[in-house]
């Protein structure tokens, strides 16, 4: 059983959802995307919620409920067409700082006017 909790899902499968049509395909560094190029994969991040914890209350190294300051952030594609490629996924876990920098890139990303 795992001790994360899915809260973010950007997924082209999602059951019958308009507004999140999921995360574009991937087709080369080459190619620019456009608002019809191909959908497909999935972008989730996961938190550890507040009831996990580590070790038993009262013994040393008890680390009680509260936040959690890692989050899973991972990946998952399909195979882009055309292309013998399979498809891949993978997580990785970010710890508070982390998350941190990665929210301040997307703020000034969102933000910018101009992007070198």
Same mark, same amino acid.
């Given at each position: 059983?795992?001790?994360?909790? /899915?809260?973010?899902?950007?997924?082209?499968?999602? &059951?019958?959802?308009?507004?999140?049509?999921?995360?574009?395909?991937?087709?080369? /560094?080459?190619?620019? &995307?456009?608002?019809?190029? &191909? =959908? %497909?994969?999935?972008?989730?991040?996961?938190?550890?919620?507040?009831?996990?914890? =580590?070790?038993?209350?009262?013994?040393?190294?008890?680390? %009680?409920?509260?936040?959690?300051?890692?989050? =899973?952030?991972?990946?998952?594609? #399909?195979?882009?067409?055309?292309?013998?490629?399979?498809? %891949?996924? %993978?997580?990785?876990? #970010?710890?508070?700082?982390?998350?941190?920098?990665?929210?301040?890139?997307?703020?000034?990303?969102?933000?910018?006017?101009?992007?070198?």
């Amino acid at each position: 059983m795992s001790i994360y909790a /899915s809260s973010l899902s950007i997924d082209a499968e999602w &059951p019958d959802s308009d507004d999140d049509k999921g995360p574009f395909v991937y087709e080369g /560094s080459h190619v620019l &995307p456009t608002p019809d190029s &191909p =959908r %497909g994969g999935c972008l989730h991040c996961s938190h550890i919620p507040d009831h996990i914890t =580590r070790g038993t209350p009262g013994e040393e190294g008890y680390e %009680g409920e509260g936040l959690k300051d890692y989050m =899973r952030v991972g990946v998952s594609e #399909l195979q882009r067409p055309n292309i013998n490629q399979y498809p %891949g996924s %993978g997580d990785v876990v #970010l710890d508070r700082e982390q998350v941190t920098k990665l929210r301040d890139y997307l703020t000034w990303w969102l933000e910018a006017e101009h992007r070198w």
